[in-house]
Antibody, heavy 121, light 106 residues
Framework: QVQLVQSAAEVKKPGASVKVSCKAS????????FNWVRQATGQGLEWMGW????????AYAQNFQGRVTMTRNTSISTAYMELSSLRSEDTAVYYC??????????????WGQGTTVTVSS | SYELTQPPSVSVSPGQTASITCSGD??????VFWYQQKPGQSPVLVIY???KRPSGIPERFSGSNSGNTATLTISGTQAMDEADYFC?????????FGGGTKLTVL
């Protein structure tokens, strides 16, 4: 079935980096853009950026410019999000979500299960 | 940067109609999307292109968008609809989410 399966929870120390994966199955990986959205406990959804898996083109939210990198491996239908210089405020659940490629008229119709990233010394 | 504003909470009695608003400058010129999120779960798309329902979303969910305000309407609200709801729009190539509205069914 159509699904996005994310990597397991991570615990990192301040200043470290984390790389979260998002493996797609049940659909054509290169037909969708991949967004990353995070949510701190009890807070709202915060968009981080998106990546086009064909071109590798990305767009990042201003809040994450310089700290986030989104990449992909099309041979294994997997998208990645790496966040560097982690601080305690980065503790959150990180989601990947697909959007029909290049579309501004379709929403994020499939979401991963979320990956909890905890930043603690 | 573009902002979307939602009320923090809305309450509704079972069987009644719930309306959740999302406000932004000239929002009616953009498509609005709505997501439902229940505790411990990933968000689910319930409305796209202002008022269309994805497959599997009950007919009681509807949406509209005009001027500066988009509205998610849930008719005949059920206990299972109690959740957080987030609106979303595109600002050029960037995604913007509203702050979210907690819908309480009581």
């Amino acid at each position: 079935q159509v699904q996005l399966v994310q990597s397991a929870a991570e615990v990192k120390k301040p200043g470290a980096s984390v790389k979260v994966s998002c493996k797609a199955s049940g659909f054509t990986f290169t037909s969708y853009d991949f967004n990353w959205v995070r949510q701190a406990t009890g807070q709202g959804l915060e968009w981080m950026g998106w990546m086009n898996p064909n071109s590798g083109n990305t767009a990042y939210a201003q809040n994450f410019q310089g700290r986030v990198t989104m990449t992909r491996n099309t041979s294994i239908s997997t998208a990645y999000m790496e966040l560097s210089s982690l601080r305690s405020e980065d503790t959150a659940v990180y989601y990947c979500a697909r959007v029909q490629i290049g579309s501004r008229s379709h929403g994020m119709d499939v979401w991963g299960q979320g990956t909890t990233v905890t930043v603690s010394s | 940067s573009y902002e979307l504003t939602q009320p923090p909470s809305v309450s509704v009695s079972p069987g009644q109609t719930a309306s959740i608003t999302c406000s932004g400058d000239k929002l009616g010129d953009k498509y609005v999307f709505w997501y439902q999120q229940k505790p411990g779960q990933s968000p689910v798309l319930v409305i796209y292109q202002d008022g269309k329902r994805p497959s599997g979303i009950p007919e009681r969910f509807s949406g509209s968008n005009s001027g500066n305000t988009a509205t998610l309407t849930i008719s005949g609200t059920q206990a299972m609809d109690e959740a957080d709801y987030f609106c979303q729009a595109w600002d050029s190539s960037l995604v913007v989410f509203g702050g979210g509205t907690k819908l309480t069914v009581l």
